[in-house]
Nanobody, 126 residues
């Protein structure tokens, strides 16, 4: 049971991509979800998380680099989480991962998440 990211590829600076993350076994259902990314030679860092309660988000956080450009969303009926990324720049080049939290409240710490996918590569050309 794990997540599966897709939608990656090569995109020119200023472009946009929408990354879906499909999960099996209802692992997103009552839990917070998050997107992380790892650039070449860097650690895996938070991009955004969405805390959840019942059928709606309770809190959404974006890192400063993502704020105003990226949007996290989820559709529990589809067991899918999305990351809409606009105005991409070369600094966004990374492998992007989604994961389900261990509880309904999100955090910026990797250890608080499970069911990681294999990631999807985004390369932004200048």
């Amino acid at each position: 049971v794990q997540s599966a990211e897709s939608g990656g590829g090569l995109v020119p600076a200023g472009g946009a991509l929408r990354l879906p993350c499909a999960a099996s076994g209802g692992i997103f259902s009552d839990y917070a979800v998050a997107w992380f990314r790892r650039g070449t030679g860097k650690e895996r860092d938070l991009v955004s998380f969405m805390s959840w309660s019942g059928s709606e988000p309770t809190f959404i956080r974006y890192t400063d680099s993502a704020k105003g450009r990226f949007t996290i969303s989820r559709y529990n009926s589809q067991n899918t989480v999305y990351l809409q990324m606009n105005r991409l720049n070369p600094d966004d080049t990374a492998v992007y991962y989604c994961a389900a939290a261990l509880r309904d409240v999100g955090s910026s710490r990797e250890v608080d998440y499970r069911n990681w996918g294999q990631g999807t590569q985004i390369t932004v050309s200048s």
